[in-house]
């Protein structure tokens, strides 16, 4: 089974590019390395990262951290997904 993790988070205004450098740093220390991995903005100072595992769907998996400090303007968002295959 394929297990997606997503990690998504909005910075203060105007810090956007500081939290997605934090955020591909993070993803780079990840005690395991996923099958793939990828990493996306949006407006509004979001990033999306998101991972794909070889793992049952309630598998305890390396997940990003939420940022320290005044970094983020609100808390994380985290969902978990079963990926029903490509096409």
């Given amino acids: 089974m394929t297990v997606a ?3 998504e ?3 203060v205004p105007g810090r956007g590019a500081e939290l997605l450098a934090w955020a591909q ?3 780079r220390e990840l005690p395991e ?3 793939r991995r990828e990493t996306l903005r949006a407006p509004q100072d979001r ?3 998101i991972t794909w595992w070889d793992a049952p ?3 305890d998996l ?3 951290p939420e940022p320290e400090g005044d970094l983020v303007a609100r808390p994380v968002h985290r969902w978990r997904f079963e990926s029903l295959g490509g096409g």
């Fill in 47 to 49: 990033v999306l990262v």
């Fill in 33 to 35: 390395r996923p099958l």
């Fill in 57 to 59: 769907y309630d598998a």
């Fill in 25 to 27: 740093e993070r993803v």
């Fill in 9 to 11: 988070a909005r910075s």
């Fill in 62 to 64: 390396p997940e990003l």
């Fill in 5 to 7: 993790l997503m990690w």
